[in-house]
């Protein structure tokens, strides 16, 4: 008797060529603050939510799109980052919270993240971040790719790195979250 059994991955090779593309362009924008570069990711119909913290709570806020223009504190902390490194799938890049870098330098991107629903679960009852398209859209992990660019500043920044979540929507990559909760706006 033959048995055979298949294995499904929610990423495939294009999957992972697109994410790759996409993190670079998106990256590249930010370091140069080219929001027309990371505006041809985000969906025009559920923009693109930033995750925060300020004074140790979770913080949530969603925009039409990237604007440099604006005043963003909580994102403005981020833009030291250099983006040495070559993309690697399924890694996990942790954040030593106490000492305020990164165990180890890197950028992973890691499909079928459940990031969003765990951050999600963290936000107090009364805010309802659930009911909003934006978390929704984000709840089925096989859809989501959780990206983390983990580099130690060498000079004197108040950040290091940068966190995005990416949410596969109608056959297509888009930036749904940029999460800068390792860094109290404080």
């Given at each position: ?38 505006n041809k ?113 060498k000079e ?31």
């Amino acid at each position: 008797m033959l048995c055979s059994f298949s294995v499904f991955k929610a990423q495939t090779a294009e999957d992972k060529k697109e994410i790759s593309i996409a993190v670079t362009d998106i990256l590249k924008g930010f370091q140069n603050k080219n929001g027309d570069l990371m505006n041809k990711y985000v969906n025009e119909t559920y923009g693109v939510g930033i995750l925060f913290k300020s004074g140790g709570d979770l913080g949530f806020v969603l925009n039409e799109n990237i604007d440099f223009g604006m005043s963003l504190d909580y994102i403005q902390k981020a833009w030291n980052i250099r983006n040495q490194f070559p993309v690697q799938f399924d890694t996990t890049l942790e954040y030593d919270v106490k000492n305020k870098q990164w165990k180890k330098e890197g950028l992973s991107a890691q499909f079928n993240s459940n990031a969003v629903n765990n951050y999600a679960d963290k936000f107090l009852e009364q805010y309802s971040v659930k009911d909003q398209e934006i978390f929704k859209i984000n709840s089925n992990p096989k859809n989501v790719v959780f990206v983390t660019l983990a580099e130690n500043s060498k000079e004197n920044a108040p950040v290091n790195g940068f966190r995005f979540i990416m949410t596969k929507i109608d056959g297509k990559w888009f930036l749904t979250l940029i999460d800068v909760t390792e860094h109290d706006a404080e």
